[in-house]
């Protein structure tokens, strides 16, 4: 059974409403699933919930939504790059949970597969586990994290077949196939359609997990940071 819809705003225009929790893949602007944001965006609901590793830079990903002050709160890992982000926190207009990024990755995974919570040793003594019930294995604490279930995932994929199976290109894959899995709805873009099955033993994403798709348009690439400093010529 075919899970194509015609448009982003096809799959996803009677599934969005004011207060829901969406969690989103991508890494700052690697990955990220541009076409869906902006249906979030157009559609101006509000009160929402983001849940992602970062909330993408000024004007662009995540960002348009901060900008259309549509968020109340994100749950993130990081958010170094996004100045409006940063602004927003510290006005306390923005609600922000922090999460160390393995331990993010980890509450979607185990929101995906049904597990409602886990122990881990990394943020035990810090702010992180502050108010969080700790127990203590084999002589160590452990503070106690909630799995994260989503009432909506959107996912940016490179390859998918009608079925919904996904598969992802480099490091674009980075949270969304954790993503995929946690929503009550997914939703997923991709860059290209197979008509044929996906082989079985390049599937990452079984499309189980997949409710609806659509192909994504094409557009020009951004990329946060083209050097991390200064070139240097180097004389013959």
């Known amino acids: 059974m075919s899970k194509l819809c015609a448009s982003a ?27 869906l944001i902006e249906v979030v965006r157009d559609s101006g609901i509000t009160g929402l919930t983001v849940v992602s590793n970062n909330m993408g830079v000024d004007g662009k990903g995540l960002g348009l939504l901060l900008e259309n002050r549509q968020v109340a709160k994100v749950i993130a890992s990081y958010v170094g790059e996004n100045k409006l982000f940063a602004q927003q926190y510290l006005d306390r207009t923005l609600e922000v949970e922090f ?8 509450r979607l995974r185990a929101g995906g597969a ?7 040793r990394t943020g035990v003594g810090t702010p992180m586990a502050e108010g969080k019930p700790l127990a203590e294995f084999d002589g160590r604490t452990y503070v106690q994290e909630r799995g994260i279930v989503a009432d909506l995932a959107l996912v940016h994929a490179h ?10 290109r480099a ?3 980075n949270f ?3 993503v995929a899995t946690c929503g009550r709805v997914s939703v997923v873009e991709a860059e290209h359609l197979t008509e044929e099955h996906l082989d079985p033993e390049r599937v990452v ?11 994504a348009e094409q557009r020009v690439k951004d ?12 004389s013959a």
Do not use: K, W
């Open 159 to 168: 390859t998918a077949d009608r079925a919904g199976n996904l598969t992802y």
């Open 176 to 178: 969304n196939p954790l």
């Open 9 to 35: 705003r096809d799959a996803l225009t009677d599934v969005l409403s004011d207060g829901m929790t969406i969690a989103v893949g991508g890494f700052g602007l690697c990955g990220i699933p541009n076409d």
């Open 205 to 215: 994403t079984p499309g189980i997990y997949v409710d609806r798709l659509v192909v």
């Open 171 to 173: 490091s674009a894959r």
């Open 99 to 106: 999460a160390p990024q393995g331990t993010l990755a980890e």
């Open 114 to 120: 049904g597990i409602a919570a886990f122990y881990t």
């Open 223 to 234: 990329i946060e940071q083209r050097t991390v400093r200064p070139r240097v010529t180097v």
